[in-house]
């Protein structure tokens, strides 16, 4: 554990120098909610102003674990250091975990802002009903998405286009996790894409714990959906993890662009 904390401390301390990881966490989630409220009618805006702000927290989240867990396995392999970090007595699963973590927490960073731009420019009236079950739900899904960032850094260990790939994935995430609408609105054919992503769950649970919670079994439902997707992405990671570990030492290929 002491392990885990130290890599995703010292990665906290690198992303904080990074303009990239800034403007992730800080600029676009900012943009992105000033944006939305003012596309919203005044009339209606107080009314989901909590809305915009979760949805623009949990951008910088999802952005955040993306490019910097996919960012830096792509950094490591120009900076000539990937091999070591495969081969160094620490597990890989535990770096790359830590990475995660560190990434996955900076949404805390997005949420905070979040509420403070709502609060200091648009005179947001901002209240949570349930906060003990928001936190929650909250921190369930940052590790949730740190989980998923562990099998895209994973991929990205084996891949030679991962700035694209990062590219390709941080949008159609926003839109099937349903961040700013629901889900509903969407084709049904997307509907099982958006189910086996735990920040649709999330998004939802941390609206009805903003809102109020009316209905507890269907919002423990979303708890336990989030728990489980969870616990399968950790098993996916550490499955891939012993896949790419044993090719890294069969191929020997991991600098090689």
Not at 153 to 178: H, K, V, Y
Not at 183 to 189: E, G, K, R, V, Y
């Amino acid at each position: 554990m002491n392990k885990l904390l130290s890599i995703a401390k010292v990665q906290l301390m690198m992303r904080v120098t990074s303009t990239m990881w800034i403007f992730v966490v800080i600029i676009q989630p900012i943009l992105f909610l000033i944006m939305t409220l003012f596309i919203m009618d005044i009339e209606i805006r107080e009314t989901y102003t909590m809305a915009a702000i979760l949805g623009a927290g949990m951008m910088g989240t999802w952005s955040s674990i993306l490019f910097s867990s996919g960012g830096d396995i792509d950094r490591e392999r120009r900076w000539g250091t990937l091999e070591m970090i495969v081969g160094c007595p620490t597990p890989l699963w535990y770096i790359i975990g830590g990475k995660s973590l560190a990434n996955g927490f900076a949404g805390i960073i997005s949420m905070t802002l979040s509420f403070l731009t709502a609060l200091i420019f648009f005179d947001g009236r901002l209240s949570i009903t349930n906060l003990f079950w928001f936190i929650i739900v909250l921190l369930l899904n940052i590790i949730s998405l740190s989980s998923l960032g562990m099998i895209i850094c994973t991929l990205f260990t084996i891949s030679r286009a991962a700035r694209g790939l990062m590219n390709l994935m941080e949008n159609p995430i926003f839109l099937l996790c349903g961040i700013m609408f629901p889900i509903t609105i969407l084709p049904l054919w997307t509907r099982p894409f958006s189910y086996v992503l735990s920040l649709t769950w999330g998004i939802e649970g941390l609206r009805m714990a903003v809102m109020g919670i009316v209905d507890y079994q269907r919002f423990l439902f979303h708890i336990l959906m989030i728990v489980l997707l969870t616990i399968v992405y950790l098993l996916i990671s550490a499955k891939l993890f012993l896949i790419v570990e044993k090719k890294a030492k069969k191929e020997a290929t991991l600098g090689v662009y």
